[in-house]
């Protein structure tokens, strides 16, 4: 049973024999770290960490709690569903939503609960050193149906189990949204993109597009988290020019045989990879050809802005044998290839943007509100509170736009979307980056040199701000997904005048 002390009794404990401090309540014995003046420590230690250091080494410090007295701080838990305010999907905090039901909430708590256990600790760890995503947890979120939940409803789903008990053909693109979310709030972004986020953008050519041995080669092992997979398309040559790559294949003198030779950079995790996705150059146009890694197939890490989790590849292929039945397609129109994938790419990385985007809101929100300056809490100026609106503003936009076209992906067929959402979807990837970019400065504004501080009370801030920019560039930058959206938007444009 706890013991309880008065706060006459802590105070006596005042010297470098005996160093005792409150926090919310809780009594600790902070003896051997000295230096810290005992009494009730709460704002104090607030100002200097964040709550999950308290949970670390609370347990062997805590002596007991303040006699008569209770915690007022609310504890929260990673899986919990956030009380502060535009944090969360309007969905979850009683708003009612004509996307979502009592199914999608229910499979939302399997998803976090799934993520608070298994993913976030190995993801903590791994951003920090480096390391690949545990290749044990990999094979647990094929085995509990995670990584085939990524990729959206199709009939790759056919016979797989899937989180909460959800069947197959129940399986919709916003429940696909909710697994992505899951894995984001983790907010670490290389992890997330190496833990099977090569998968998510390098598999679809193969389902979509590959022969039914070449399916049955592939599909099961990847989804399974046995095998890894990536997209091999931009090189040092060609990025959102796809038409400029360089990477080429020619026939084999017998005819069996693609043999290629180039190099592809930027593939994210294509060092783990055992397949890749690949476009290449032949004598008419561009071929999507399935590239095992073996012979003549070497990876070297590149090192970006975050962490080498992601597994960032420098692709060199020499004098590769791939065998012909490894076109995923046609040959020399692999160009549709690619911009079939692009969609689904661009709609993952709107998810991802928009979900970061609350994480940074609600870290602002709490630091405003327990940050004091000039004697008052930082909510106090009214110049925080205007950063905080711009902010939600947006944000919630973004929310409401992403919700709409995640709807019309449910509802449009394959063909529908094509012709509909190409363009659609280019200007939300494209507002996405902006407002997350507009986020990401004034969230560092707000967090001072602890925004731009690594470790500590803004490290998440720290990471968006160093992160945000790939999706700004990565599945087609900016500039190129604006002008594809007005280009998709005037191609039949009517005949009208003012």
Known sequence: MSKSFSRAEVAKNNTEAS????IDSIVYDIT?????????????FYDLHRHEVLEKFGPKLKLGQVEGESQKIIKMNFADYSPVPYAEHP?????????????????????????????????????????????ELVKLLGEEGYLAARL?????????????????????THLSF?????????????????????????????????SKALKEKIVGPVLRGEKYIALAISEAFAGSDVAGL????????????????????????????????????????????????????????????????AGTAYIIFENVKVPVENILGVENKGFQVVMSNFNHERWVMCVGSVRGTKSIIEECFKWANQRKVFGRPLINQPVIRQKLASMVALSEALQHWLDHTTFQMNNLSYF??????????????YQCTRVGHYVSDNAVQIFGGRGITRTGMGRVIEGFQRTNKFDAILGGSEEILADLGIKQAVKNFPNTRL
């Open 19 to 22: 160093a005792w401090i409150i």
């Open 32 to 44: 051997r770290f000295a230096g810290m003046h005992p009494g009730d420590a709460t704002e104090a």
């Open 91 to 135: 969905s979850v905090v009683g708003f009612k939503s004509p996307y979502y039901t009592q199914k999608h909430l229910e499979y939302r708590t399997v998803c976090r609960n799934f993520v608070a256990k298994h993913v976030l600790p190995d993801a903590l760890a791994c951003e920090e050193t480096g390391a690949r995503p545990s290749k």
């Open 152 to 172: 959206g409803p199709g009939k790759h789903l056919k016979g797989l189990k899937l989180p909460g008990g959800i069947k197959p053909e129940e399986f919709v």
């Open 178 to 210: 909710v697994s992505k979310l899951s894995v984001v709030r983790v907010m670490c972004r290389g992890y997330a993109d190496g833990n099977s986020g090569g998968m998510v953008i390098g598999l679809p050519p193969v389902f979509n597009f590959g």
């Open 246 to 309: 360089k990477t080429r294949a020619e026939k084999s003198p017998c005819g069996k045989f693609y043999i290629v030779n180039g190099t592809k950079k930027w593939i994210t995790g294509g060092m783990y990879a055992d397949y890749f996705s690949t476009a290449v150059r032949t004598d008419k146009g561009i071929t999507m050809l399935l590239i095992e890694r073996g012979e003549g197939v070497r990876t070297k890490q590149i090192s970006t802005s975050y962490s080498k989790t």
């Open 416 to 429: 529908e979307q094509a012709t509909k959402l190409a363009g659609s979807l280019a200007l939300l990837k």
